[in-house]
């Protein structure tokens, strides 16, 4: 509890510069935000979700946070690139937790009552929009880090898609991380979508500085009837971040959402998934990749919730570990009375390269209907010696046998992007990762 009690101490003692850094809706919110981090603290191994991650001790040190809401000067489409080639997106981005304007940002054009933009400046200028789904899905009633992240965000990042409106572009928002001193990041990104409407963003994680930044995300996602969703998490930062994530997604009736995790690089993270089936015959695609190596780690945990009849969630998570990285997947489906005709597949798969290497998975299926379609899998092994025997006898070197396998490993659930240019660019990033050499964006002067 001691990390929590210094947040609460600091909370309190910043109150007002908190919610003056921030807007009257996202302020509404922190006395129970409060009452929930005093009453379950931060999550910890002795929970079971938490058994192997020991968040509650990333918030130990003695981090900084902005805040007074201190100004970051830079010009954020000179200093950074990141482009996938033959992909068209409307551009935005976060310095650390702060929605920054930009020139390009001013450029982006969105068909009329759509917004993407600060979620503060909509507080102000649209509270009773923002009023009435920030924070509805985010869960404070247990140990977690939606309280803290409620605490203690003062903006972040709002798509806005009204009915019927369809956004031809994706929307890519790209999180740089920059201080000149350790720095805890506090993210808020909410997606509103209205019936029939269609979008697609892009998040994209990287690290300016080499200084350590613990960051935590909550994504609030509201997909109404027959709307379509796509999320594609992609981080790509360095082992001195620290990331703690949680994604919220409520499903009206005969909509599509496809979430996506791409964890290249990274330090120590946590993605936590809560998907609520809210109406008949809804769809959910559910995959995540992690490639790890060092003493890396990830955490992936995902919770799909039945409620209705006639839906779909379909669950791939494939994870590298090399050297002494560590992974663990938790994934439980729940099949609640009455939700019949219910079909879900839930798949783990994982290859430890080292006998250091360690992967933890737990995949669970609760049913309390009886005419369904469910399974549930995992597996944790090493590359097939068969495939490799077979591959050296043909003169391919040992080394790039090694990563034509693990490419192909992976390669299952980059094909499941439905953005091919991102599929495409993905699998460059993956050869460049296994081959050892340094992840970077095509163009990007920050990872150089």
């Known amino acids: 509890m001691k990390p929590a009690q210094n947040y609460i101490e600091l909370f309190k003692e910043n109150r007002a510069l908190v919610d003056r850094g921030s807007a009257g809706v996202m302020n509404s919110l922190r006395d129970a935000a409060l009452a929930s981090l005093e009453q379950y603290g931060l999550p910890h191994s002795g929970l079971e979700e938490y058994l192997h991650t020991e968040v509650a001790k ?42 920054a304007s930009s020139d390009t940002a001013a450029k982006n054009s969105l068909p009329d009552g759509a917004f993407a933009g600060s979620l503060k400046e909509a507080a102000h200028n649209r509270p009773e929009l923002v009023e009435k789904f920030y924070g509805k899905l985010a869960d404070m009633d247990k140990p977690g880090i939606a309280a803290i992240n409620t605490l203690f965000a003062q903006d972040g990042f709002l798509l806005y898609v009204p009915d019927g409106v369809v956004l031809e572009k994706p929307l890519q928002l790209i999180t740089l991380l920059s201080s000149k001193v350790d720095l805890m990041v506090n993210r808020r990104i909410l997606v509103v979508l209205g019936r029939s409407a269609q979008a697609k963003l892009l998040l994209c994680d990287h690290a300016l500085a080499a200084n350590q930044y613990l960051t935590t995300q909550v994504i609030e996602v509201f997909a109404g009837e027959n709307s379509s969703f796509e999320l594609y998490d992609l981080e790509e930062t360095h082992y001195a ?27 120590q993270t946590r993605n936590t998934v809560f998907s609520t089936f809210a109406g008949r015959g809804s769809n959910l695609s559910l995959n995540g990749i992690a490639t790890i190596d060092k003493e890396q780690h990830v955490d992936n945990m995902t919770f799909v919730d039945h409620r209705v009849s006639d839906c779909t969630s379909n669950e791939l998570f494939k994870y590298v570990l090399d050297d ?17 005709h219910t079909e879900s597949q839930q798949t783990n798969r994982n290859i430890c ?4 290497a360690r992967m933890f998975t737990q995949p669970q299926l609760e049913i309390y209907a009886d005419d369904v379609k469910c399974s549930h899998g995992a597996t944790v092994g090493q590359l097939d010696d068969k495939a490799m025997f077979y591959m050296r006898q043909r003169g391919i070197p040992e080394a790039e046998a090694r990563m034509m396998l693990m490419q192909a490993f992976v390669g299952e659930v980059i094909g499941r992007l439905s953005l091919e240019p991102l599929r495409d660019r993905l699998n460059r990033l993956v050869e460049k990762r296994f081959r050892g050499e340094l992840t970077q964006c095509e163009g990007c002067r920050a990872c150089r």
């Open 324 to 340: 002494s990285a560590s992974g663990a997947f938790a994934g439980k489906v729940l099949v609640r009375h009455g939700a019949q």
């Open 58 to 99: 990333w918030f130990e040190p003695d981090w900084g946070m902005n805040l007074a809401r201190l100004d970051m000067p830079v010009d954020f489409a000179q200093a950074f690139k990141c482009s996938v080639p033959n992909l068209s997106t409307q551009l935005y981005f976060l310095a650390n937790d702060t929605f």
């Open 353 to 356: 390269l080292t006998r250091q």
């Open 241 to 267: 971040n620290k990331r703690t994530s949680e994604l919220y997604v409520s499903q009206e009736a005969d909509s599509n959402v496809e979430i996506d995790y791409v964890t290249l690089h990274n330090g």
